[in-house]
């Protein structure tokens, strides 16, 4: 293990040690402070924000972009504020914490006994939404997490995801698959965080007027089982409750060979979520290169076989 990652581990363990321990408006003025600081020193995670809000926000001005990566920076550390303290939060403040619209969409798919996919963006906080389903709602599932470096940390996160009821499979290893298929056949639900693609396989998508490459995965899954494809959004308001919507179902397309029906079923997930991103551009946490002309064949999870191991999935 190199120095860094010894380093990355022990910030991200100092996280989880200090921050939950902190009152709530101290851990709100520590994120922001954080924020800023990481603004104005304009890094790479930044500059790249800022490039994918250009995207997202094209008649943008170079003043309203800075403005958007700073809110973006903010609401990036609030996500970290909040999954630092979710341990220690009690099943009512969880419960109290998150509005989702339309959640018929999930408990229908459930009761119908075939399994629910939810495929979701790096919108908000996608973790705050798990504990409150699995705490709140009472209703457990299972996802994919990105191995992450140092090992320690990937470790951390799988410990912290399963201690808020989740059941945590490593995205790499190839039996992720059949194990989400196996409980989705069993009526159960998958939830995936699904707008970056972390493989060699990854499905092109026009989004935002670009092409870029998103996970086939949940298309895939809803095919092979019958399960219900469900997009959802999250966002912030100016209250410390995160906001919801679970869009209608992606359905599986009647004729077409299985390459074309899950290119055209990631297109639909890439258009709803396309639709809560530029709504809310400011709480899309993408500090990583996204549109293909952005990845050099070294940076390319489709060409290069080492994937660019910055955030979470």
């Known amino acids: 293990m190199s120095a860094r990652e010894r380093l990355t581990g022990a910030l991200y363990g100092a996280g989880w040690g200090t921050v939950k321990r902190l009152p709530e408006p101290v851990a709100v003025r520590l994120g922001r402070t954080i924020a800023d600081l990481a603004w104005k020193q304009r890094g790479e995670g930044v500059l790249r924000l800022e490039s994918n809000y250009a995207r997202v926000v094209p008649d943008a001005s170079p003043a309203r972009l800075a403005e958007l990566s700073r809110a973006g920076m903010r609401s990036y550390l609030r996500y970290w504020m909040e999954s630092f303290r979710l341990p220690a939060w009690s099943t009512e403040r969880i419960a109290a914490g998150v509005d989702v619209e339309d959640m018929h969409h999930v408990t229908d798919g459930l009761a119908a006994g075939k399994g629910v996919i939810v495929a979701l963006p790096h919108l908000a906080n996608w973790d705050l939404a798990g504990a409150w389903v699995t705490t709140g709602l009472g209703i457990p599932f299972t996802t994919v ?31 992720a698959f059949g194990t989400l298929a196996r409980r989705l056949r069993g009526g159960g639900l998958v939830c995936l965080v699904a707008d970056r693609d972390l493989s060699a396989s990854g499905v092109e998508v026009d989004f935002f007027g670009e092409r870029a ?26 209250s410390p409750v995160m906001r919801g919507r679970i869009h209608p179902p992606v359905e599986v397309p009647a004729s077409g060979t299985r390459p074309e029906k899950t290119s055209v079923m990631t297109q639909a997930l890439a258009d709803a979520f396309a639709t809560g991103i530029a709504d809310h551009p400011e709480d899309w946490h993408m500090l990583q290169r996204l549109w293909i002309k952005d990845l050099d064949p070294a940076r390319d999870p489709a060409t290069a076989p080492e994937k660019d191991q910055k955030g979470t999935s």
């Open 145 to 175: 997490a990105e191995r992450l470096k140092p090992e320690t940390l990937y470790d951390r996160f799988v410990a912290y995801r399963e201690g808020l009821g989740m059941e945590v499979l490593p995205h790499s290893g190839g039996s």
């Open 213 to 238: 490459r998103m996970p086939g995965g949940p298309a895939l899954l809803a095919q092979h089982t019958g399960a219900r494809l469900l997009p959802v959004t999250l966002w912030y308001d100016e």
